[in-house]
């Protein structure tokens, strides 16, 4: 297997070959200042970096190292960057992690130590490649994305009841995919070459669903210039997707029902029965059952449209769908040229699996749109999103594990330096000999 690749920033020549010589096992890119580190990552794309935060023209300070890791962090924010500092530079190491540094070391190098923590970075690096990736195969029906046991169910009963002539009922929350899976289930009948006609009921005005539905003859009511034909009329041969079912008002409940029973309409205004043949399927998020209880939906107009009920699970009862989802918007965004941003980070990762997703798909459709407008690099973060940051805590409890190891090493490397005289250790570190034992207490180190 050919050597994982990783560049050491480092302007000490010394150091620079220690460290080459040292990390053997990996296949050793060399730089020695921002610009060189820059062209590094371009052409090598490196999974790990170590960074020594003093670069050249600013050996002493950091402010050349920082401005490094963020061109890096912009070109390549999966990349996982060790940074180096002195240990009094303890603020610069806090600056680095926030701007998007995996881990830091204090200086000196303890190579061991340091080994450890780049070994860890590449594992780090490898199960979040593995993550981008996602789930091998997605079940895609007519533009239905899932990889969830649960939806799949879904697809299986679409498939079964598509050719019988039977009314369907759809129940589910908002922006689960209704009639997405409507249109499925025309596309898959024998009525496929007919027209897929879609009503919201719940968006039109009482007083004009019923002429949307069923049409008028010309003079009908004031206003109805010219003949028009309605939905169901247009559904001929094909099929009558009627959204919102719940909120169709019970005189037009009334028409409905006969339409059902005897397959034949009026325009409103006409005399002449019109047969219709169409298949019906409707969708609901109401709950139709309280609605009849209390006479608020018609039972025996229920009973007509419910030959078939499925129910839609919604997306947080989708295993893993969220991420298939998110990543299959993105890709359309950017198969049609509205995005650059190529994936997501791990904190966007993290947050659309945990998010609930009250608003379902067309929640985690709108999101994902507004971050392609709002990102700035080519990965999509949980702050683009919208999403918090839930990955907060996690960082916070990174960062002080980091800081722990940073102070062990010092105390352990200064008691070394000082023969186990705590009073030059103290001196050595620049602390109070207090606050030294203080340390040496909660982290357990004896004192002699
Ligand atoms: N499984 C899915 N795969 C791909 N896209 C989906 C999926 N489910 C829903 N969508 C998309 O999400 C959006 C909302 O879906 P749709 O309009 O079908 O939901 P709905 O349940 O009918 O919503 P409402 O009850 O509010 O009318 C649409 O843009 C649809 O294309």
């Known amino acids: ?103 830091f070391y204090a200086k000196p190098i303890n190579i061991a130590d340091l080994g450890l923590i780049v070994a860890r970075a590449f594992h780090i ?19 239905i994305i899932t990889g969830s046991a649960a939806m799949m169910d879904v697809l299986r009963t679409i498939d079964k009841v598509a050719d019988a002539d039977a009314t369907v009922m759809l129940l589910g929350a908002s922006g689960t995919g209704k009639e997405l899976l409507a249109k499925a289930i025309h596309a898959k009948s024998s009525r496929a070459k007919g027209n897929f006609v879609a009503i919201n009921c719940a968006a039109i005005p009482d007083t004009l669903l019923e002429a949307e539905l069923f049409g008028h003859e010309r003079g009908a009511f004031t206003g109805a210039v010219k003949m028009t034909v309605g939905k169901i009329e247009m559904a001929q041969g094909g099929t009558l997707f009627l959204d919102e079912i719940g909120d169709v008002p019970a005189q037009t409940q ?15 205004g006409g005399r002449k029965a019109i047969p219709i043949d169409a298949r019906v399927v409707t969708a609901t998020h109401q709950n139709l059952e309280r609605m009849m209880r209390e006479g608020e939906f018609r039972e025996d107009l229920y009973f007509r449209l419910a030959e078939l009920v499925v129910k839609v699970p919604t997306l947080a009862e989708r295993d893993g769908d969220a991420l298939l989802l998110a990543r299959h918007f993105l890709q359309h965004y950017r198969d049609a040229k509205r995005t650059k941003a190529k994936g997501f980070t791990p904190d966007a990762i993290a947050a659309i699996t945990a998010w609930p997703w009250t608003g379902n798909v067309r929640e985690l459709e709108n999101r994902v749109k ?42 352990a490397e200064a008691i070394a330096a000082n023969d186990g005289n705590l009073s030059a250790v103290a001196r050595d570190l620049d602390i109070s000999r207090p606050m030294l034992y203080d340390l040496m207490n909660s982290y357990g180190i004896p004192k002699g």
């Open 1 to 103: 297997m050919a050597k994982q690749k990783l560049l050491i920033v480092e302007d000490d020549v010394g150091l620079q070959s220690q460290l080459e010589w040292a990390f053997e096992a990996y296949d050793v890119i060399v730089a020695g200042d921002r610009k060189a580190a820059l062209m590094a990552i371009r052409n090598h794309k490196p999974p790990v970096v170590t960074l020594d935060l003093g670069l050249p023209p600013d050996p002493d300070g950091a402010t050349e190292g920082l401005e490094t890791l963020r061109e890096i962090v912009a070109i390549s924010p999966e990349t996982k960057v060790i940074v180096a500092s002195g240990h009094e530079a303890r603020e610069s190491a806090q600056t680095a992690i926030a701007l998007g540094a995996h881990d």
């Open 125 to 143: 690096h490898a199960l979040e490649a593995e993550n981008q990736k996602g789930p091998a195969a997605a079940t895609s029906a007519n533009g």
């Open 254 to 268: 009334v028409k409905l029902l006969r339409f059902l029973q005897e397959r034949v309409i009026e325009r409103i």
């Open 370 to 411: 507004r971050a392609t407008i709002m990102a700035d690099g080519p990965m999509i973060t949980a702050r683009d999103l919208d999403l918090g940051d839930p990955e907060l805590p996690a960082k916070r409890a990174e960062l002080r594990i980091a800081r722990e190891r940073a102070d062990r090493l010092a105390i």
